[in-house]
């Protein structure tokens, strides 16, 4: 793995870590408010914050996977582990969401009492606990799709939190005991939103779709203005994981004599710097040569023992 890639896993556990400690703190505190109250709200977002707890844990091993040297069988590392916990991160908040739709609808035709002074309380302190460990997560959620899906977890339950507060506020002040699971549907809702955008991205990663921001005809276009280059084809662009790209094509060079070598530089540079693509395989074929006087060089992280 190379430096830039150790690093970034380096800053997203830096961050994890706390994060998963306030969670958990909170989670009994929570859990207890919630059936002393009995307000659904409360007990839906005690239930969510469980599962913040177990995405936390999920993502803060799914980094320590992701470092873990490259071997002969598994020829680009453990990258993947981080894109299958945040498929699995989506998978869990759509049936958070799900479980509290089935709660909300017996509540919402006979809504039971709650102890609305002690839910703002407890909600109140929720969504502080809530909103430190989603700042403490948000500068690594660009970069890292696993701690997106960990961040998710916990704006969601953020948005859960501040839903309790202003439930409890219409219980206390109007005596709607129908806004505790009117407010819980609301929530999962959004809760279905967040999760939709989870498992769209990780799922496109596993198809090794081309990355939203590489236009590939663009690319194909830069790649043929590089001196010797006549043509490209076979252009494949994909993600290995979250901010590691990795492309593979066929360079098609002039009949006059040329630097191989740098023509090579120059592709791997021009993906890098304007495409961000730091994993390049080339192969350079001659357009008056037959396949038995091709030449392939990876340029850059091609073989698994450069991964290391």
């Not at 509290?100 to 006979?110: K, P, Q, V």
């Not at 021009?270 to 001659?286: K, M, N, P, S, W």
């Amino acid at each position: 793995m190379g430096a830039m890639e150790t690093h970034r896993h380096s800053h997203a556990n830096s961050a994890l870590k706390p994060a998963l400690i306030i969670t958990s703190a909170f989670l009994i505190a929570e859990f207890i408010g919630a059936l002393y109250t009995n307000s659904l709200a409360l007990l839906a977002d005690s239930a969510h914050m469980l599962t913040d707890v177990a995405a936390l844990s999920l993502s803060l091993a799914a980094s320590w996977f992701t470092t873990r040297r490259a071997t002969p069988r598994k020829t680009y590392g453990f990258h993947r582990v981080e894109i299958l916990a945040a498929l699995l991160n989506g998978v869990i908040l759509v049936l958070i969401a799900l479980y509290i739709f089935y709660e909300a609808y017996g509540r919402l035709t006979n809504p039971p009492e709650v102890q609305a002074g002690w839910m703002l309380v407890v909600a109140c302190v929720g969504l502080f606990a809530n909103l430190v460990s989603a700042w403490l997560l948000f500068g690594e959620h660009r970069e890292n799709l696993n701690v997106r899906g960990a961040m998710f977890h916990i704006v969601s339950d953020a948005v859960g939190s501040a839903g309790a507060i202003v439930a409890s506020l219409a219980i206390l002040f109007g005596g709607y005991y129908v806004a505790d699971p009117a407010i819980s549907v609301i929530v999962a809702i959004l809760i279905l939103s967040s999760s939709w955008v989870l498992i769209r991205d990780a799922v496109d990663i596993l198809l090794e779709g081309t990355p939203s921001h590489v236009n590939i005809v663009s690319l194909q276009n830069d790649l043929k203005s590089v001196q010797g280059v006549d043509s490209v084809h076979d252009l494949h662009v994909w993600t290995l994981t979250s901010g590691v790209l990795a492309m593979s094509c066929h360079v098609v060079t002039s009949d006059r004599p040329l630097n191989r070598n740098l023509v090579l530089a120059e592709v791997s540079e021009l993906a890098r710097e304007r495409f961000r693509i730091d994993h390049t395989t080339v192969q350079i074929e001659e357009s008056s040569a037959d396949e038995s006087r091709m030449d392939s060089c990876d340029c850059h992280f091609g073989a698994w023992d450069s991964l290391r």
